[in-house]
């Protein structure tokens, strides 16, 4: 028995078991029949039939025929031999067009230079497929793969095919993973560009970690009265008043503010400016003294009825027509018109209820309250004489003399030192002199002594004439 040469073209996709060709005898190549009468039953055996791997090849025991029940490998391997060879690779985001992030290698086990292991490349799917769906391409000879886009963002997952045949054979997958480190190529973005209130809110397409932003105000805030700063999840901006604002000088600031972010972008990118309307409201304000302390000296004998010094107030609310009324804290002797502000009074410097006066006032519509003080100093003028505090006093025949005690109301200019005289008849039996080594003593003397009736009681009417410093009685 011979079996004849035969031909097999590997990795057909014909039906199977398919036949091949029958078993013949004498090299004639008649086929072998087998007729029933003579029991001759054909059998296979070897690699492939019944020994590993088996039943690729099978045999009709009565006819004779070899059938072959699977794709056949030449290599008896698979067409691709070895797993496509990738390469896990990180480059910035900033990357420009063309340029080359991979290479992706694939090997044939077949016949090196054989139509059979002509490999050529391509890309069958992006994942995710955006920004856009071809920001990569390959070239089919060489596996080089190349960025075609320029706005390349997170993580890219590229998976490629392999085929041999040029293209039109057998094929195999592998997935290609190319990880883009992210760098400072995202503008951070208001959520808004206006505001109308002082603080706001921000919304950011994040670039990690270059993510964090900062904030100045570039125009509108001419005198300083805002700051902006970075809030806690540094995606939002604060702004804040430094200084009072006042909404007679200026009712509204137009604030425009620019973020950035704290790394380096990295290209020329344009700046992301918001616009801040800050509104002033306004409110009922409290009127204002010119000067919150105001002294004046005055003459403390002033007639009745004087006018003393207008102290008033201006109201800062100039939109509004409000009434200024003026008010001491305590005004028993009513010293203050409450229209007008003007003090005016009689003033006596020696009085318990000279002191230092604060005003208050308010005005009419939703009361505000403004304070100032005025401080009045009288000027002393000699309206007071000095007076003997004992006005009655007793002097015994054997101690003919007294001390008596001297008291002015006056300041020290029209005080001691003092000088006294008895007054009128009281000079024939009385002497009075000063007391040396006190101004505001008298030594009082009798020159007549009783001395027959030490019983003898008198009761006489002495007068005294005290003179200031000046020689005035």
């Keep these: 028995w011979v079996i004849p040469p035969y031909s097999i073209t590997e990795n057909e996709r014909g039906s199977f078991p398919r036949k091949l060709f029958p078993v013949c005898k004498n090299n004639d190549n008649e086929c072998c029949k087998l007729h029933q009468y003579e029991k001759v039953?054909?059998?296979?055996?070897?690699?492939?039939?019944?020994?590993?791997?088996?039943?690729?090849?099978?045999?009709?025991?009565?006819?004779?025929?070899?059938?072959?029940?699977?794709?056949?490998d030449r290599e008896?391997?698979?067409?691709?031999?070895d797993k496509w060879m990738f390469y896990l690779i990180s480059f910035y985001s900033s990357v420009t067009e063309g340029y080359e992030s991979m290479t992706v290698t694939a090997?044939?086990?077949?016949?090196?230079?054989?139509?059979?292991?002509?490999?050529?490349?391509?890309?069958?799917s992006l994942l995710p497929p955006s920004p856009n769906p071809n920001m990569f391409e390959i070239n089919t000879l060489t596996g080089r793969i190349y960025v075609n886009y320029l706005g390349l963002d997170k993580e890219i997952y590229l998976l490629s095919v392999a085929t041999d045949m040029e293209g039109i054979g057998l094929a195999n997958t592998g997935t290609a993973v190319i990880t883009i480190t992210d760098s400072n190529d995202n503008l951070p973005q208001f959520e808004q560009i206006s505001w109308p209130n002082v603080q706001f809110l921000m919304e950011m397409k994040l670039d990690q970690p270059a993510w964090s932003t900062k904030y100045r105000i570039i125009s509108g805030d001419k005198g300083g009265f805002f700051n902006v700063s970075t809030g806690?999840?540094?995606?939002?901006?604060?702004?804040?008043?430094?200084?009072?604002?006042?909404?007679?000088?200026?009712?509204?600031?137009?604030?425009?503010?620019?973020?950035?972010?704290?790394?380096p972008f990295a290209g020329s990118l344009p700046t992301s400016t918001a616009t801040v309307t800050v509104n002033v409201e306004d409110v009922n304000e409290p009127p204002e003294f010119n000067t919150q302390e105001k002294v004046i000296s005055r003459h403390e004998n002033l007639p009745v009825d004087s006018d003393l010094v207008a102290y008033t107030a201006t109201e800062p609310d100039t939109r509004k027509s409000q009434k200024i009324t003026y008010k001491i804290g305590k005004d028993p002797a009513g010293w203050l018109n409450q229209d007008t502000g003007m003090i005016k009074s009689s003033m006596d410097r020696?009085?318990?209820?000279?002191?230092?006066?604060?005003?208050?006032?308010?005005?009419?519509?939703?009361?505000?309250?403004?304070?100032?003080?005025?401080?009045?100093?009288?000027?002393?003028?000699?309206?007071?004489?000095?007076?003997?505090?004992?006005?009655?006093?007793e002097i015994c025949n054997r101690k003919a003399t007294v001390l008596l005690s001297i008291t002015d109301k006056d300041g020290p200019l029209y005080a001691a030192p003092f000088s006294v005289e008895p007054h009128g008849d009281t000079k024939k039996n009385w002497t009075a002199r000063m007391n040396e080594t006190s101004k505001d003593n008298v030594y009082w003397k009798n020159m007549n002594y009783i001395s027959s009736n030490s019983s003898l009681g008198v009761y006489t009417n002495l007068f005294i004439c005290l003179l200031w410093k000046l020689g005035f009685c």
């Design 107 to 124: 090997t044939d086990a077949d016949e090196p230079g054989n139509y059979n292991s002509e490999i050529r490349c391509k890309i069958v």
């Design 41 to 72: 039953y054909m059998i296979n055996t070897g690699e492939g039939t019944d020994q590993p791997p088996v039943d690729i090849f099978i045999i009709d025991k009565k006819t004779g025929y070899l059938f072959v029940t699977q794709p056949l």
């Design 232 to 263: 806690p999840t540094q995606l939002e901006g604060i702004i804040t008043t430094v200084k009072p604002l006042d909404f007679e000088k200026t009712k509204q600031y137009v604030l425009s503010v620019i973020v950035e972010n704290d790394e």
């Design 76 to 81: 008896k391997k698979g067409i691709i031999r």
């Design 350 to 393: 020696e009085s318990a209820l000279v002191k230092d006066v604060s005003l208050c006032l308010n005005t009419d519509e939703n009361p505000a309250t403004g304070t100032g003080t005025l401080v009045i100093e009288l000027e002393d003028v000699n309206d007071n004489a000095p007076i003997i505090n004992e006005e009655i006093i």
